[in-house]
C-alpha cells in the first residue's frame, strides 16, 4: 500500500504539531498549520487565536487563506498545500475553496477532533463537524495521518482538561 504522506509532508505536520502545542501553551486551542508552495518553501504559518485574540474565528486555516488571497495570485494559491494539526472546519474549508487553495494534509481528522472531545464530556461545537472535502468537495485532503494522531490527541486532552479545570 502506497503511503498518504511524503516526508516533506511529514516535515510540514511536525511543524504545524509544534505551532499547536504553543498555542495551548498561549492558552488557545492546540491548531497550528502552515501554508507551502509548489516548490516545497513555506510561505506562512498561523497558529489558534480565538482566545488571544478574543475571536471564535481567529483559526489558523482561516488566516492562511486570507494571506493567500492577499500576496498570491490565483494560480500560484491553486498550487499550494496547507498543513494543518487538525482538519479544517467548515468554515475554514469554505474559505480555503473560496480563496482557490490546493490539497489539504491534516494530522488529525474532524471526526477525530468531535470523538475525542465528546469522550472527555466537552460541548458539541457550534458548528457541525463535517469533513473538509464535504464542504469544499473539489479539493483534495488528506487527512488523518496516523503517525500524528497520539500527539495531537495528547495536546487535545491537556486543552480539554485545562476548560474543564477553569
Known sequence: MEPLTTPPDDEYLRRCVELA????????????SVLVDDEGVALAEAMN?????????AHPELHLAQW???NLTPE??????????????????AAHAW???????AAVSSEQLADWRASWGLPVG???ALPAAFVAPAVHVIAPVP??????RALHERAARRSQEG
Request: charged content about 25%; glycine content about 8%; overall charge negative.
Open 21 to 32: 502545542e504553543r498555542a495551548l501553551e498561549a492558552g488557545d486551542d492546540p491548531f497550528g
Open 76 to 93: 500560484q494559491r491553486a498550487a499550494t498545500t496547507v498543513y494543518t494539526s487538525g482538519e479544517h472546519c467548515p468554515m475554514c474549508a
Open 99 to 105: 480563496a482557490g487553495l490546493g490539497r489539504i494534509v
Open 49 to 57: 487565536r480565538e482566545t488571544t485574540d478574543r475571536d471564535p474565528t
Open 68 to 70: 493567500a488571497i492577499a
Open 147 to 152: 503517525a500524528f494522531e497520539q500527539q495531537m
Open 126 to 128: 457550534p458548528v457541525r
